[in-house]
């Protein structure tokens, strides 16, 4: 089979279509960037070319309310600033590692009712000039691109309200938090709506909403059902009108809500943490004429180079029959994987993700 542009990988794997090969890409974090320029990649090289990985272009506006931004302490080894939507938080610089949320703003209703007059969508939102710039080139290249949409329990928890507070108001709040959810993802369509209409074409969204950890979920299907999913589900419809795909990010053990995904037509799904609890192998057989699989290969497993040669060669020919796979790690690629482990992996999913 010819060579294909990532766009045609990607929009064949969606289609549960077979193609030269499954699209191959992933997520390191910073250190591990920095880890692979100490051995030799170059600074003023993207990993993605560097390894030939498959070209991948997001599209982000601003649905923030759009707090001051101000850094409070700045040493070697972290920051701690405040950010739009009203955060303070610790960034570590050479450790790979999510923030540390130390405050936040919204706190309850009435600080919410404040913050949400400040999410108005104006057109200063969306960076047109970086899509001035960029487009052109997305599209001579046969980028894949996709709209980040950023809205739902896991941003409004740790980006803008705090876990245990959100949490306890799903119980006995839930009218504010699910505004929430659904001011942002108003404001993520109003200012999808301009990027549209100004002739910017995506071919998905996608949006990161974290609603499990190791083995267990953050509430139960009932809760998903009631106060979560109908704003998932809004976000879709968008999408399909839109003839684009929806893809969701979501860490953890999400097992109990697969079937919930299916039914409200959710088409792919990110990044099956096998950590945590979810095995790709067995969401293929039950979903994978149905839903896009992206991800499952053991991140823990990274820096041991026969131990993931391993199992890549056990699971990615089951994932990748009939299309519908995308080639990644379970989450982002740790600082333990040195360059040459993962050029190695990279050119093993290649190869094992091949068609013939």
Same mark, same amino acid.
């Given at each position: 089979?010819?060579?294909?542009?990532?766009?045609?990988?990607?929009?064949?794997?969606?289609?549960?279509? /077979?193609? @030269?090969?499954?699209? =191959?890409?992933?997520?390191? &974090? *910073? #250190? %591990?960037?920095?880890? !692979?320029?100490?051995?030799?990649?170059?600074?003023?090289?993207?990993?993605?070319?560097?390894?030939?990985?498959?070209?991948?272009?997001?599209?982000?506006?601003?649905?923030?309310?759009?707090?001051?931004?101000?850094?409070?302490? /700045?040493? @070697?080894?972290?920051? =701690?600033?405040?950010?739009? &939507? *009203? #955060? %303070?938080?610790?960034? !570590?610089?050479?450790?790979?590692?999510?923030?540390?949320?130390?405050?936040?703003?919204?706190?309850?209703?009435?600080?919410?009712?404040?913050?949400?007059?400040?999410?108005?969508?104006?057109?200063?939102?969306?960076?047109?000039?970086?899509?001035?710039?960029?487009?052109?080139?997305?599209?001579?290249? *046969?980028?894949?691109?996709?709209?980040?949409?950023?809205?739902?329990?896991?941003?409004?928890?740790?980006?803008?309200?705090?876990?245990?507070?959100?949490?306890?108001?799903?119980?006995?709040?839930?009218?504010?938090?699910?505004?929430?959810?659904?001011?942002?993802?108003?404001?993520?369509?109003?200012?999808?709506?301009?990027?549209?209409?100004?002739?910017?074409?995506?071919?998905?969204?996608?949006?990161?909403?974290?609603?499990?950890?190791?083995?267990?979920?953050?509430?139960?299907?009932?809760?998903?059902?009631?106060?979560?999913?109908?704003?998932?589900?809004?976000?879709?419809?968008?999408?399909?009108?839109?003839?684009?795909?929806?893809?969701?990010?979501?860490?953890?053990?999400?097992?109990?809500?697969?079937?919930?995904?299916?039914?409200?037509?959710?088409?792919?799904?990110?990044?099956?943490?096998?950590?945590?609890?979810?095995?790709?192998?067995?969401?293929?057989?039950?979903?994978?004429?149905?839903?896009?699989?992206?991800?499952?290969?053991?991140?823990?497993?990274?820096?041991?180079?026969?131990?993931?040669?391993?199992?890549?060669?056990?699971?990615?020919?089951?994932?990748?029959?009939?299309?519908?796979?995308?080639?990644?790690?379970?989450?982002?690629?740790?600082?333990?994987?040195?360059?040459?482990?993962?050029?190695?992996?990279?050119?093993?999913?290649?190869?094992?993700?091949?068609?013939?």
């Amino acid at each position: 089979m010819a060579a294909m542009t990532s766009r045609e990988r990607f929009r064949r794997m969606f289609a549960h279509q /077979e193609a @030269d090969r499954v699209p =191959v890409i992933d997520g390191p &974090w *910073g #250190a %591990t960037i920095e880890r !692979w320029q100490r051995e030799g990649m170059p600074k003023e090289v993207s990993f993605v070319d560097f390894f030939g990985l498959d070209k991948v272009a997001g599209i982000g506006v601003d649905n923030s309310p759009r707090f001051p931004h101000k850094v409070i302490e /700045e040493t @070697d080894e972290y920051s =701690v600033y405040t950010t739009g &939507w *009203g #955060a %303070t938080q610790r960034t !570590w610089k050479h450790a790979a590692s999510t923030p540390e949320f130390l405050a936040h703003t919204v706190v309850d209703a009435d600080s919410w009712r404040k913050a949400k007059e400040r999410m108005t969508p104006t057109r200063d939102r969306v960076n047109w000039e970086h899509l001035r710039k960029n487009y052109p080139v997305w599209q001579k290249e *046969g980028y894949w691109i996709e709209a980040g949409f950023w809205f739902g329990f896991d941003v409004a928890h740790s980006w803008f309200v705090g876990t245990e507070r959100v949490l306890m108001a799903l119980a006995t709040d839930p009218e504010w938090v699910v505004d929430i959810f659904n001011h942002m993802l108003d404001l993520d369509i109003a200012l999808f709506e301009m990027v549209w209409d100004e002739g910017y074409r995506f071919d998905a969204i996608r949006w990161p909403d974290d609603m499990g950890y190791k083995g267990h979920q953050f509430f139960s299907p009932k809760m998903y059902r009631e106060l979560v999913k109908p704003v998932h589900r809004r976000a879709i419809e968008w999408a399909h009108a839109k003839g684009i795909k929806a893809a969701l990010h979501s860490c953890g053990d999400v097992n109990p809500f697969l079937p919930e995904f299916i039914e409200m037509g959710l088409d792919g799904l990110n990044p099956l943490e096998v950590k945590a609890g979810m095995d790709p192998v067995a969401i293929k057989k039950a979903y994978g004429d149905k839903l896009l699989l992206h991800g499952g290969i053991n991140a823990v497993l990274w820096d041991d180079l026969a131990a993931i040669t391993a199992e890549m060669r056990r699971v990615v020919p089951i994932l990748k029959r009939g299309g519908g796979y995308i080639f990644s790690s379970d989450h982002s690629v740790p600082s333990s994987v040195s360059l040459e482990n993962f050029r190695a992996i990279t050119a093993l999913a290649k190869e094992l993700g091949a068609y013939a």
